[in-house]
């Protein structure tokens, strides 16, 4: 201590000690000195009263900014302990590099300060894995901001974790720092990257019911394998390990195992240093069943008895812990559905080692009945107030229900104008009363296209279209189309409004004009121009019936001199040629009970179609259509999918089926097969002849490709099988020698195919690619190993 004057407050000299090891010693080095201030010594319990407060050092900020954070007036009495209280709140404004307080003898209590460096900028160096803009976002230290030695240490610490979760365990940061003038300094983070460290094996000790493979499948982190180039599971990453232990231990509890344990996991560096070992040790325990199983309620009004018939759980069945929660869900929905809202169910476990069963009982504590008392629309930037309210199912003032609210949500989900939909409930205005806070996220529903582009269906093609599904922010959809490739050439007008009139009734109009060329499946051309209207109505909140009118003028146009060649050809195209116009009523009941609108796991949808055409004009049948659909999932990315359908049409006043009106099924409705590949066929022209019935059955499961979804591929395996056929009389018979033609053949045999789909969102739309492997056809089918195209559903 340097000998002064007069009197020093002598605890003040261990506060600036303390101030100053806050210090970066690579700042404090390149510090201009500063004197230190002329002070009197004196006993620690002196007290001496303050005459004014000098500031001295300051470059960048004002003495008043100093003097404001100081908790010392000129006249107040100060000891040590009111100069270190002072030195430590000038301390901790991180303005400072060194702070000094010193009382003089006149009274005069001097504040030498050393102001911190300001950044002037920050650069990385060594780095290649991860880019420059990915470590700004991460570090908290900016150009212009002040310098402080703590912040660029926690940055440090930032970057290497961003390292070590990239699968870089090894990476090192040195920060450097570089003195400019004006107190100012750059800051360089120089990167040593280190290699990749993978996983070279995970082996596991003590699992008997099940392989280590069976394990490994479970865990998040993966082995490094060559033909993992898209994903960094395969890099070490102990958070990662920490997920993995839980999605184990999730396993074993879903397969009965409730004593299960990990006694330990440990990592193991390889002496080269480019990879971890991890190693597993288990304790399976026995297998357990569920003993008995309860539900508890604090009074009648919700039964006891009634909540355990719903449970998903039975005694004796397998012990599985996602079934508490399911059943955890099921508890609440049913509360929630009887207007409780906010109730606490709490399930609680006995285990009976000596006969391997689990007794539980759910703990139901019930609280008020809940009306809504306000809904809170938030997120819509372009849909209207009113579009969203019209699809809650609940309104302010009903009582809380919860399936309500849950149906409300997929209402949202399948309008397709957001990107999420969240519903939440909060405490209200009472303990009786709650607020409903529906939470959207707009996404673009508009789209404008002008493009090209190749297809195995259309070879080349070129559109223009306008679509937009939430016209206005009103929820009406308009489409306005243009399309031309070699195979078809279309114009198309749509207008939808959905609630028309204001109630719950979707309606419509439509507007087309196409032409098919269809010369290279059949020798025919076929035209159709035309307009409808059409309407449908919700019968319940699952199930809905749709009723329509169409008039069209159809046209069959066959090349010029084919109807002079063979008998054969002539019976089953050339009476067919010319305009017919078709006048028709329809209705379509769709149901669907599956558990998500846009991406089902569970349940099953079915449709019904029938148009009868005879309501005036030239063409008179009744057509038949029938599908369905069954989803099971055994997780979000394995889902098995049973899908069926069938249809008949059938002439009615002596009309037969022309061509243009029967059934095609090939490409995209049955892979395998080309487009019109299969069914009826002219042997002489091998034009494809339809069918005027069809059962196709399609079981697809999909698959887990392991591409970051951000990637858009979706991997399918799938089956198909049917057939088609069963022309009219009139088409199988010569009509020059008035017996069975023996060149056209109608067999409705049994096709079958499996193989691959792959669909991709790619930036220039949806694709979709189909391999093949036929299994049963005719000899006359035309087949296809492999088909691309554009897909309208994902």
């Not at 898209?230 to 990453?237: A, I, K, Q, T």
């Not at 999730?250 to 006694?263: A, E, H, P, V």
């Not at 006969?355 to 819509?380: A, C, H, L, P, S």
Request: charged residues 25%; contains cysteine; aromatic residues 10%.
């Amino acid at each position: 201590m340097n000998k002064a004057r007069g009197r020093i407050l002598g605890p003040s000299v261990l506060a600036l000690a303390v101030a100053a090891g806050l210090v970066g010693p690579a700042l404090a080095q390149q510090a201009p000195a500063q004197a230190d201030p002329q002070v009197t010594v004196a006993p620690a319990d002196d007290r001496a009263q303050v005459n004014r407060i000098l500031v001295r050092g300051n470059q960048r900020i004002d003495a008043t900014t100093v003097l404001s954070y100081l908790p010392i007036q000129p006249g107040d009495m100060i000891d040590a302990v009111t100069i270190d209280l002072a030195v430590r709140t000038l301390s901790r404004t991180n303005l400072f590099a060194n702070v000094q307080l010193g009382l003089q003898p006149n009274g005069d209590l001097v504040v030498e300060i050393v102001e911190n460096p300001i950044i002037n900028q920050v650069t990385f160096e060594g780095n290649k894995a991860l880019t420059e803009k990915k470590l700004r976002d991460e570090v908290t230290i900016r150009p212009r901001g002040i310098y402080t030695r703590a912040r660029v240490q926690e940055d440090v610490g930032k970057i290497v974790e961003l390292y070590r979760l990239s699968g870089r365990i090894s990476a090192t940061v040195t920060p450097k720092l570089v003195q400019l003038e004006q107190n100012r300094v750059d800051i360089v983070f120089e990167i040593d990257e280190g290699p990749e460290t993978g996983v070279a094996a995970i082996t596991f000790l003590g699992n008997e019911a099940f392989s280590d493979n069976d394990l490994r499948e479970v865990m998040v982190t993966k082995q490094s394998q060559f033909w993992r180039l898209f994903s960094s599971n395969d890099n070490f990453d102990p958070n990662r390990i920490d997920y993995d232990r839980e999605q184990l231990r999730k396993f074993y509890l879903n397969r009965g195992y409730y004593d299960f344990r990990i006694l330990s996991s440990i990592a193991e560096l390889k002496p080269d240093n480019q990879a971890f070992g991890i190693t597993f040790t288990v304790d399976e325990g026995d297998r357990y069943n569920f003993g008995e199983v309860k539900v508890v309620t604090e009074s009648d009004r919700l039964n006891g008895d009634f909540l355990t018939r719903l449970l998903p759980i039975r005694s004796g069945d397998l012990y599985e812990s996602d079934r508490i929660e399911r059943a955890v869900d099921t508890l609440t929905f049913a509360a929630g559905s009887a207007g409780y809202a906010f109730v606490e169910i709490n399930p609680t476990y006995r285990a009976n080692p000596e006969t391997d069963t689990v007794d539980v009982t759910f703990n139901v504590k019930e609280g008020q009945r809940v009306y809504i008392d306000r809904i809170n629309v938030v997120g819509n930037t372009r849909t209207l107030d009113s579009v969203i309210r019209r699809e809650l199912a609940v309104g302010e003032g009903d009582a809380f229900n919860r399936s309500l609210v849950e149906r409300s949500r997929n209402n949202l989900r399948g309008l397709g104008f957001f990107k999420d939909v969240k519903i939440e409930e909060t405490r209200g205005s009472a303990p009786d009363r709650s607020i409903v806070n529906v939470t959207v996220e707009e996404q673009p529903t508009g789209e404008l296209s002008v493009g090209a582009g190749f297809s195995s269906v259309d070879s080349f093609m070129l559109n223009l279209g306008i679509t937009e599904r939430n016209f206005r922010g009103r929820g009406q959809n308009f489409v306005a189309r243009a399309e031309w490739g070699s195979l078809r050439q279309q114009v198309d007008f749509r207008f939808t409004e959905p609630k028309f009139m204001g109630r719950d009734l979707r309606a419509g109009f439509d507007l087309f004009h196409t032409r098919y060329d269809l010369s290279e499946y059949s020798s025919y051309d076929w035209r159709s121009t035309g307009a409808g209207v059409r309407l449908t109505y919700p019968l319940n909140s699952y199930s809905a019936l749709s009723l329509r009118y169409f008039l069209k003028d159809d046209e069959v146009i066959i090349p010029a001199g084919y109807c002079t060649g063979s008998s054969g050809a002539y019976s089953t195209l050339c009476d067919q040629a010319g305009a017919y116009m078709n006048s028709a009523i329809g209705y379509t009941l769709n149901v669907n009970r599956a558990n998500d609108p846009v991406r089902p796991t569970r349940g099953w949808s079915g449709s019904i179609r029938q148009d009868f055409a005879g309501v005036g004009g030239d063409v008179n049948y009744i057509k038949t259509e029938m599908e369905g659909a069954w989803y099971y999932g055994f997780s979000p990315r394995w889902v098995v999918t049973l899908q069926g359908s069938a249809g008949y049409i059938s002439g009615w006043n002596g009309d037969p089926i022309r061509i243009n009106d029967r059934f095609f099924k090939g490409g995209n409705s049955f892979r395998g097969f080309e487009t019109a590949g299969m069914g009826a066929r002219d042997l002489t022209t091998t034009d494809a002849l339809g069918g005027n019935f069809y059962a196709i059955g399609t079981i697809e499961m999909t698959v887990p490709n392991y591409l970051p979804e951000e990637y858009g591929i979706k991997t399918s395996v799938f089956a198909d099988v049917g057939t088609i056929g069963m022309l009219d009389d009139r088409y199988m018979i010569d009509r020059t020698t008035g017996l069975p033609n023996p060149n056209i053949v109608d067999e409705l045999s049994l096709r079958a195919a499996a193989g691959l789909s792959i669909h991709w969102r790619s930036p220039m739309g949806p694709i979709r690619f189909d391999l093949s492997k036929v299994l049963s056809k005719e000899d006359y089918d035309k087949t296809e190993t492999f088909r691309f195209s554009t897909s309208t559903q994902f």
